[in-house]
Structure formats: structure tokens, C-alpha cells
Nanobody, 119 residues
């Protein structure tokens, strides 16, 4: 299983970025997927998740209304559209996939992509 994030970079406050996560080696269409972010000295934070046949999306309060998670099953790619960015959004962003096997859920992570928002 391989997850590769891209799309990070440097952006000014108020700007936008779209992150991508390309997945291979996994049944992408059925896998629960999520985005996390982490800053130095802090725990990795769940910010958005998408799951189920209806692709129900949930968000952390800190990003609700500004970020949108989505999937393209044909491209095996998950996205995170980030709008109205502020310096507090600066972090390394990681995508995560779950392989569900009976009662077991196996997590897989990408290596992350850096997002830096300047004030």
C-alpha cells in the first residue's frame, strides 16, 4: 500500500491550496480516508475524514467551512481543498487510509506535504 501526498507549499494568508493523495495497493473506493496535520511538538490532528458508500465527510471545528475533502475513485486520489488559509494552518499534512479486514482496521500513512501560510 502506498500513499503519496502533493500540493503543499507556501501561500499568503487568505490564500488557497489543494492537496492530493494518490493511493495504490488498496481498495480505494471502500477505504475510509482522512487528512491529518501536525506541527512540531504537537500530536497529529485529525482535520477531515470521508467514509462510507455515501462518502460522508466530517471536519474538525478548526477547518469547518474552509476545507473540503473529496475523492475521485477513478483516479484513486483524495483531495483536500483549503481556502481562506491562515498562519495557524501551517503544518505537515498527512493522508491516511484504513484497510478494513473483518474486525481489524490497518492504517496506512503517506509521508506528508508541508503547508506554510505567511501572514
Amino acid at each position: 500500500v502506498r500513499l503519496v501526498e502533493s500540493g503543499g507549499g507556501l501561500v499568503q494568508s487568505g490564500g488557497s491550496l489543494r492537496l492530493s493523495c494518490v493511493v495504490s495497493g488498496l481498495d480505494f473506493s471502500s477505504a475510509p480516508m482522512s487528512w491529518y496535520r501536525q506541527t512540531p511538538g504537537k500530536e497529529r490532528e485529525l482535520i477531515a475524514a470521508i467514509r462510507g458508500p455515501s462518502e460522508r465527510a466530517t471536519y474538525a471545528d478548526s477547518v469547518k467551512g474552509r476545507f473540503t475533502i473529496s475523492k475521485d475513485n477513478a483516479k484513486k486520489t483524495m483531495y483536500l481543498q483549503m481556502n481562506n488559509l491562515n498562519p495557524e494552518d501551517s503544518a505537515i499534512y498527512y493522508c491516511k487510509a484504513l484497510r478494513v479486514l473483518l474486525d481489524t482496521r490497518l492504517p496506512y500513512w503517506g509521508r506528508g506535504t508541508q503547508v506554510t501560510v505567511s501572514s
